[in-house]
């Protein structure tokens, strides 16, 4: 089932055609500032999306291993894609509030938990977490090779 959205404006609209099972929380501070509180973002495999007004996206490169996109008429944060290298380049982390219908896609997991503000919380259990140290290690470069 492929999932479609858009910026507010509709200048920037998408479609996912890459199955989409499980959302994830961000709580690092790029991501609240970007978003205006937690990101919520639908993991897409590159070429997992089509995008249509992609000349109206703005790019901003926000750290060494990922950039952000955003509308450039309305400002809407759309995704933030991974420019690191490795497995996970050109991966896209698309906005849950940006689908047209997020219904049924469960929150399966939260990133930076030890960065989340006091202030909110979400319910449930069997999330999987991860704190800024295991991110970072995630993301980190691979050591180099010596002969």
Not at 45 to 63: F, R
Not at 111 to 121: R, S, V
Not at 125 to 145: H, L
């Amino acid at each position: 089932m492929s999932h479609s959205g858009s910026c507010i404006c509709g200048a920037v609209s998408f479609t996912i055609t890459a199955p989409v099972t499980e959302t994830g929380a961000c709580h690092c501070s790029m991501c609240r500032k970007w978003s205006g509180g937690v990101f919520l973002g639908v993991q897409v495999p590159k070429g997992g999306m089509q995008i249509e007004g992609e000349e109206n996206l703005a790019v901003y490169t926000s750290s060494e291993w990922a950039e952000r996109a955003f509308c450039k008429t309305c400002g809407s944060s759309v995704f933030y894609r991974v420019t690191a290298p490795g497995p996970m380049n050109g991966e896209m982390h698309v906005g849950m509030g940006t689908f047209d219908d997020a219904s049924g896609i469960p929150l399966t997991g939260e990133i930076f938990i030890d960065l989340k503000p006091d202030g909110y919380a979400f319910a449930g259990e069997g999330r999987n977490v991860m704190t800024e140290a295991e991110v970072m290690a995630m993301f980190a470069a691979p050591p180099e090779d010596h002969p």
